[in-house]
């Protein structure tokens, strides 16, 4: 019982902030992008894409959490660019500094791979085909934003490499 009182109060430490919905997720902004519905529009059109890459339909009772830093603990590590944290149900990312308005440039896609297949080492064939599809996903389609088009034209590998076997 007490172990259950403490969680609920490191759970209250920690409230969202939410800007949104999408799919199910609470949607929080550290910066909130000027124009929150287009911000929503273009969140919905994103997860419309990567939930089906890991076979996923919602997100529902998580928080998709945008940040500016990289300074964020996520289990024993206190930098990362994404954090899948199964205890507070939040995909941490870290928005690219140079990322150009952008937010869709952050690692969404790789975190849904940790909350898909609770796979932290990346040792599951699946995490091989993640880079490969980033760019299709995120910017180099007709109806990506023009932010990221502008900014991410031509870069099609790389973005975000997946080391597997290896935290």
Same mark, same amino acid.
């Given at each position: 019982?007490?172990?259950? &009182?403490?969680? %609920? =109060? ?7 902030? +939410? ?19 287009? &911000?929503? &529009?273009?969140?919905? #059109? %994103? ?12 997100? =529902? ?5 945008? #940040? *500016? ?22 995909? =941490? ?5 140079? =990322?150009?308005? +952008? $937010?869709? &440039? ?24 993640? *880079?490969?599809? $980033?760019?299709?996903? !995120? ?16 870069? #099609?590998?790389?973005?975000?490499? !997946? ?5």
């Amino acid at each position: 019982m007490a172990a259950a &009182a403490a969680l %609920l =109060s490191l759970a209250a430490c920690d409230p969202w902030h +939410c800007s949104f919905e999408s799919h199910g997720a609470c949607v929080e902004f550290e910066s909130p992008p000027a124009d929150l519905e287009a &911000a929503r &529009a273009r969140m919905d #059109r %994103l997860l419309e894409l990567e939930l089906p890459f890991w076979n996923l339909h919602s997100l =529902s009772g998580w928080r998709i959490q945008y #940040r *500016d830093t990289t300074e964020y603990v996520c289990y024993l590590a206190t930098r990362n660019e994404g954090c899948t944290d199964y205890i507070q149900h939040t995909l =941490s990312l870290h928005v690219p500094d140079d =990322s150009g308005g +952008c $937010f869709e &440039a952050a690692e969404l896609l790789h975190e849904l791979g940790h909350y898909k297949l609770g796979d932290p080492t990346h040792s599951n064939p699946r995490w091989k085909d993640v *880079d490969a599809a $980033f760019a299709g996903i !995120v910017w180099d389609r007709p109806d990506a934003p023009a932010e990221c088009r502008k900014r991410y034209q031509g870069i #099609r590998l790389g973005m975000w490499p !997946v080391g597997t076997d290896a935290l």
